[in-house]
């Protein structure tokens, strides 16, 4: 069995690399070429926090893959991270469990990968400006897929604690200098937003963080905080402004999602809105952008193939390299 840590999955692995890994997830998903049982979910009330086991196999891959992912917002208090995880990655054609990956890292990289993913996809090819809201624990890989697939010139981010904020800020511009990308701390979420060509959004929030009307025309907006029925960061006007409307997983964000159950149930959209997958996008099977004028919403609550297929591609690269530790 090979462990892999932190430190050896970025000795072999690229945010590129997880985008393009997402890109198969989305579409062997969409293919029906996988299993992924909707997550189990158990709540803690008493600590605020959620226990989440996602299962998911590709047979003609002969690989399986457990995710163990603990969803804590409050740890972001105690310096420790808000979602810690462990990764399994089976060898479905005998069983045995070939590695196991630090999975707070692999999530990290898998769901900054969706929103690479679809603004690889969706967003305008020249895009200047972005904005981020939200510094917790998704925000950096978040911040990384915006920049990796587009050459964006700056990207203002905003949080509402301004220490962590100016923290994450100074951390980023240096571990991100060599996109080339300026990053700034925004004095407002609408600071931020105006004048945006993406938007992305990572908190935990039970309230909007944006102010819709103030999305540029051509945006692309993605949502990825919001886990649970009751949370809601994204503001429902975007959705009614919005040209088009996708998901990783339809199914999964009606699970979950309160970013779209909410405006469901408050009749501010119909599922008439909807357009459909992203891995129905990249298999040509439904419209992509079709100008530079639409508004376009993502809507990403994660599935188990990003997991399976970043923890199969990780995994060949670390053997191949010679990479991480043998468990006996």
Not at 178 to 192: H, K
Not at 220 to 237: A, L
Not at 255 to 279: H, R, Y
Request: glycine share 8%.
């Amino acid at each position: 069995m090979l462990l892999l840590s932190k430190s050896d999955i970025k000795k072999v692995f690229s945010m590129r690399e997880a985008v393009e890994a997402d890109k198969e997830a989305f579409q062997l998903f969409s293919e029906g070429k996988s299993e992924v049982p909707l997550r189990t979910n158990i709540q803690v009330p008493r600590h605020e926090g959620s226990l989440l086991f996602m299962p998911s196999f590709v047979d003609e891959l002969d690989t399986a893959c457990l995710k163990v992912v603990n969803v804590f917002p409050k740890n972001i208090e105690q310096g420790l991270p808000t979602t810690p995880a462990q990764v399994l990655l089976i060898d479905a054609s005998n069983g045995l469990v070939v590695s196991v990956l630090d999975g707070t890292y692999v999530t990290q990289l898998r769901t900054g990968a969706a929103t690479g993913a679809a603004l690889d996809v969706l967003a305008k090819k020249d895009c200047k400006k972005g904005a981020l809201i939200g510094t917790g624990g998704q925000a950096a890989t978040q911040l990384e897929a915006m920049v990796a697939v587009r050459n964006l010139e700056t990207v203002k981010v905003f949080d509402l604690n301004a220490q962590r904020l100016n923290a994450f800020v100074e951390q980023m511009n240096e571990e991100l200098k060599a996109y080339g990308s300026q990053i700034l701390a925004a004095e407002s979420s609408d600071d931020a937003v105006e004048d945006a060509d993406i938007l992305v959004c990572v908190t935990p929030s039970t309230r909007p963080v944006f102010d819709g009307t103030k999305v540029k025309a051509g945006a692309t907006v993605s949502c990825v905080g919001c886990y649970q029925p009751h949370m809601q960061e994204m503001d429902p006007e975007i959705l009614k402004r919005a040209s088009k409307i996708y998901f990783d997983s339809e199914d999964a964000v009606l699970s979950e999602a309160g970013d779209i159950l909410i405006p469901l149930d408050q009749g501010i959209i119909t599922k008439d809105d909807f357009t459909g997958d992203l891995g129905d996008v990249l298999l040509g099977k439904v419209t992509g952008r079709e100008n530079d004028e639409e508004i376009i919403v993502f809507k990403t609550v994660g599935i188990g193939t990003q997991d399976l297929m970043a923890a199969k591609r990780i995994y060949d690269k670390a053997m191949q390299a010679g990479v991480g530790t043998i468990w006996e």
